[in-house]
């Protein structure tokens, strides 16, 4: 389906959705990615593909980026809608 005047629209993953989620919790924190995949001990170029939306996050890997932001899993994914 095209969008008016002809631009196509450009439908955003679930992952990506979920990368967005993660990134505007992240900089509410004032933290950068370095600083946050160092944190939750994890690997800053997965980190990064996480947030970009380019991988498929496990529960574990969901939990443990929730815990590094101090919410809730829920909390973390509410208002996205795939």
């Known amino acids: 389906m095209a969008a008016p005047y002809g631009c196509p629209m450009k439908k955003q993953t679930l992952a990506q959705l979920v990368g967005q989620a993660i990134r505007r919790h992240r ?3 004032g933290l950068s990615q370095d600083l946050f995949a ?3 001990q994890m690997h800053r170029a ?3 593909a ?3 939306g380019e991988k498929n996050v496990t529960l574990p890997t969901l939990f443990r980026v929730a815990t590094g932001l101090g919410v809730s899993m829920s909390e973390l ?3 996205i809608n795939g």
């Open 77 to 79: 994914l509410r208002g």
């Open 50 to 52: 996480i947030e970009r």
């Open 46 to 48: 997965y980190y990064s």
């Open 27 to 29: 900089t509410d924190m």
């Open 38 to 40: 160092d944190r939750i």
